[in-house]
C-alpha cells in the first residue's frame, strides 16, 4: 500500500478531499447514486443538469465504439436535461447536504432566459450547493438557446452568467463547449461576467457510426439519427487541447479550472493535473465500469505522488505547460534512429509493412529469417514502426543523429511507447 497521502485540493475556495468528481450526466442523478459514489470516496458531484422543466429523452439514446478487443474508445449521447421535476431534485440536493456535509455538492443548471437562470441559481443555493455550475454546452439539445447555443455565443454568455451571478454568492463555473475554434474567448466572456472557473469539456457534437443496414446514425430511433455527444478515452486529447489552451492564455492562467473529458485512470487524472486542471470530472469511465473507479484512481494517483516525492497534488498542477510550446519552437535539427532488439522481436514484420507503404521504406525484411533490418541511411527517425510494433522493448529510441551543421548536445527525449 502506499503512504497515505494528502490529495486535498483546493477549488473555487471550496476544499475537495481529492481531485476526483462526477460530472453532470445521468451518473449523478440521483440520491443513491450519489450517495453511493461519495462513500466510494468521490470529493464531490457535479450533480446532473436541471432546468425549470422536465427534460424528455429518446430511446435509445447511447452508441459506444471499441476497438478490436478493447473496451469502448468513444461513447455517443442524445440525453438532454434531468428527468426529474425542479421540486424533485432540489429535495435531493437537500438530503445529499444533510447527509454529506463534508462531500463537495457542485450543481449544474440550465436556463432559457435571465429569470430562468437567476431563479434556478437562487433555488440551488437555497437547497444547499456549494458550486453552481452552468451548462452552456450540452451539443444536442433540442429547445433553442440552450446548451452550446450559449457556449458559442460570447454574448449570451455574458447575459446569463450575470444573470446567475444575480441569483446567488455561490462559486459559478461555466462549463464550456468544445464545439468551437477558441474555448479562451467564451471563457473569458463569464469570468468577466462573475463565473468564478471554468468547466471543460463537454461533449463533442459526433456521428459515430452508421447502421449500414438501416442506413441510420447510431442509435437509430425509429430508423432516424442525429448527430449526438461524443465522450469517453477517444476525446482525452481534446479535452487536454482546450484545457492547455485556456491555462495558457495569460488573463485565464490563474483562474479555477475543473478538467474533464475522457479520463478513465489515474494517470489520465495526471495528464489532466500536469496541464493545469485543479479538479477533475468524470462520466463515460463510470458508465462502463461503475463509480468504484475512484477507488484506483485515488490509489494510483497516492503511488504516483509516493513514487515521484510529491506531498500535495498542487506540487504539480500545471508542470507540463511550460513544456507545451508552438510546433515552430521545437528543434529540427537532429533525428532519433530506432534501435532494433532482436531478442524481443517476434517477427511479425509489421514495422517493415508500414515503413514500406506509410514511412520511407527504411527497413528492409528478410522473409527467411522473418527479421528486420534498418537502413540507417534512409531512415528519418519518424517513429512509426515503434508506434506499430506489437512486442514491449522489441524497437526502441536509439542513436541520436544530428544533421548537417547542427551542434551534437545531450537530448529529452520520449524513451517508451505504451
Ligand atoms: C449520457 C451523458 C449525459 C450527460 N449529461 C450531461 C448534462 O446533463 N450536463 C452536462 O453538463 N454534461 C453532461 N454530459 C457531459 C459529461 O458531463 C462530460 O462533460 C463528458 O461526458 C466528457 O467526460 P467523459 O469523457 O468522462 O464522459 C453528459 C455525458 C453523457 C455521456
Known amino acids: 500500500m502506499a503512504t497515505k497521502k494528502d490529495l486535498s ?39 446532473k443538469s436541471f432546468a ?20 469502448w474508445t468513444g ?16 429535495d435531493i440536493l437537500a438530503r445529499l447536504k444533510k447527509h454529506y456535509p463534508e462531500k463537495v455538492l457542485a450543481v449544474s443548471i440550465m436556463g432559457t432566459s435571465d429569470d430562468e437562470w437567476t431563479e434556478l441559481a437562487a433555488a440551488v443555493e437555497q437547497a444547499g450547493a456549494d458550486i453552481i455550475e452552468c451548462n452552456f454546452s450540452c451539443p444536442h439539445m433540442h429547445v433553442k438557446g440552450m ?3 450559449v457556449g458559442q455565443d460570447d454574448n449570451m454568455v455574458q447575459e446569463y452568467t450575470k444573470a446567475v451571478r444575480k441569483g446567488t454568492r455561490l462559486p459559478v463555473i461555466a ?35 452508421l447502421d449500414i443496414d438501416n442506413c441510420t446514425p447510431k442509435p437509430t430511433v425509429n430508423g432516424l439519427g442525429s448527430i449526438g455527444g461524443y465522450s469517453g478515452s477517444a476525446i482525452k486529447p481534446i479535452a487536454l487541447r482546450f484545457l492547455t489552451n485556456l491555462r495558457q492564455y495569460p ?27 485543479e479538479t477533475l470530472q468524470v462520466t463515460t469511465a463510470v458508465m ?67 515503413c514500406r507503404d506509410a514511412a520511407h521504406a527504411a527497413i528492409d525484411w528478410d522473409a527467411d529469417q522473418r527479421r528486420p533490418h ?32 547542427a551542434e551534437s548536445r545531450e537530448i529529452i527525449h520520449q524513451v517508451k511507447y505504451e
Not at 14 to 36: A, I, Q
Not at 75 to 90: A, G, I, R, W
Not at 261 to 270: F, M
Request: aromatic share 10%; with cysteine; proline share 5%.
Open 9 to 47: 485540493v483546493e477549488f473555487c475556495g471550496v476544499t475537495f478531499e481529492n481531485p476526483f468528481c462526477l460530472s453532470s450526466s445521468p451518473v449523478d442523478d440521483s440520491y443513491e447514486k450519489c450517495s453511493r459514489a461519495f462513500e466510494y470516496g468521490w470529493a464531490g458531484v457535479f450533480y
Open 52 to 71: 425549470k422543466f422536465k427534460g424528455i429523452d429518446v430511446s435509445p439514446r447511447f452508441d459506444s465504439i471499441g476497438k478490436e478487443s478493447t473496451p
Open 75 to 90: 461513447f455517443k449521447n442524445l440525453e438532454v436535461q434531468s428527468d426529474k421535476t425542479l421540486e424533485e431534485n432540489l
Open 147 to 149: 446548451g452550446m447555443d
Open 175 to 209: 462549463k464550456m463547449t468544445p464545439n468551437i475554434g477558441h474555448m479562451e474567448l467564451p471563457a473569458l466572456a463569464a469570468m468577466e461576467s462573475g463565473a468564478t472557473g471554468i468547466s471543460c469539456i463537454n461533449t463533442i457534437r459526433s456521428m459515430m457510426q
Open 251 to 277: 488573463a485565464l492562467a490563474n483562474i479555477p479550472i475543473s478538467g474533464i473529458g475522457g479520463i478513465e485512470t489515474w494517470r489520465d487524472a495526471v495528464e489532466f493535473l500536469m496541464c493545469g486542471a
Open 288 to 354: 462502463q465500469y461503475g463509480s468504484r473507479i475512484v477507488k484506483d484512481l485515488i490509489s494510483g494517483l497516492s503511488y504516483f505522488m509516493e513514487e515521484k516525492g510529491y506531498d500535495h497534488v498542487r506540487d504539480f498542477i500545471g508542470l507540463a505547460l511550460p513544456h507545451i510550446v508552438t510546433t515552430d519552437k521545437l528543434p529540427r535539427d537532429y533525428e532519433i534512429i530506432p534501435q532494433w532488439n532482436q531478442d524481443k522481436c517476434i517477427g511479425c514484420g509489421r514495422c517493415y509493412v508500414s
Open 374 to 405: 534498418i537502413n540507417e541511411d534512409k531512415c528519418v527517425g519518424c517513429h512509426l514502426c515503434l508506434n506499430v510494433c506489437p512486442s514491449k522493448d522489441c524497437l526502441l529510441p536509439g542513436q541520436i543523429r544530428f544533421k548537417e551543421g
